[in-house]
């Protein structure tokens, strides 16, 4: 039986979201990332490389990544798409998934274990606190280069709603939270983040998929 192994982190966060949005409930159990079980041999047997979230899948094979389990997922459940129905809608999805991953996000990743999470980080992971007000500039110009690159539409896709919005929302509203906040006068990303925001999926992905109820 699938089980997936969730955690009150942002990646985790965004497989919550995108489960939400699937409508798709699976059996969770939660690790505690705040006390190091990450780290812990248990889960690095499921884990080797220590992240969260996993799947564990029907035959007991783990799956690891984010991206990875949303992909996997997407086939498995194809509707309603939130990565595309065609060849042409995938690769667009895709192709802003990867803007704002390696562009955006993973900027603010590091500069929070660098920065606000130093005394969490430090003892797990190498960390460089002198780059961390570097790396915070630098996800915020590529979020204003992503802005200029935004139609008109409502989302990153145009008129779809898809796993790239979901990860670019879960990640500035986690920068929020820690004392990166990004500029709301952006003129598409200001008003997409409160479109994104007011989607019933947002608010209840904050919880643990251990302990959410049905809508």
């Known amino acids: 039986m699938m089980l997936i192994y969730d955690a009150q982190s942002p990646a985790p966060r965004c497989l919550r979201m995108f489960l939400l949005e699937k409508q ?7 690790i505690d990332v705040m006390t190091g079980e ?10 080797p490389a220590g992240q969260t979230p996993a799947l564990r899948l029907d035959d ?40 704002v991953e390696l562009n955006i996000t993973e900027f603010i990743h590091n500069a929070y274990h660098y920065a606000e999470g130093l005394a969490r980080f430090e ?12 790396l915070k500039r630098v996800a915020r110009d590529r979020l204003r280069w992503l802005d200029g690159l935004f139609g008109p ?15 670019l ?12 906040p990004f500029d709301h ?24 998929l251990s302990s959410a109820r049905p809508a």
């Open 24 to 30: 798709l409930r699976l059996p969770a159990t939660t």
């Open 38 to 47: 990450n780290r812990q041999t248990p889960y690095l047997a499921i884990n």
């Open 60 to 99: 007991g094979t783990p799956l690891a990544e984010a991206v990875a389990i949303a992909e996997y997922l997407e086939e498995r459940h194809p509707e309603p798409a939130l990565i595309g129905r065609t060849p042409e809608q995938r690769a667009q999805t895709r192709q802003w998934w990867r803007r």
């Open 123 to 134: 003892s797990r992971i190498p960390v460089a606190p002198e780059a961390a007000e570097g």
């Open 153 to 167: 539409d409502p989302y990153l896709c145009g008129e779809r709603f898809t796993a790239a919005d979901i990860w």
């Open 169 to 180: 929302y879960v990640w500035l509203d986690f920068g929020e939270s820690v004392g990166q």
């Open 185 to 208: 006068g952006l003129p598409r990303i200001g008003p997409w983040f409160e479109r994104v925001a007011a989607r019933p999926s947002a608010a209840r992905s904050r919880a643990l």
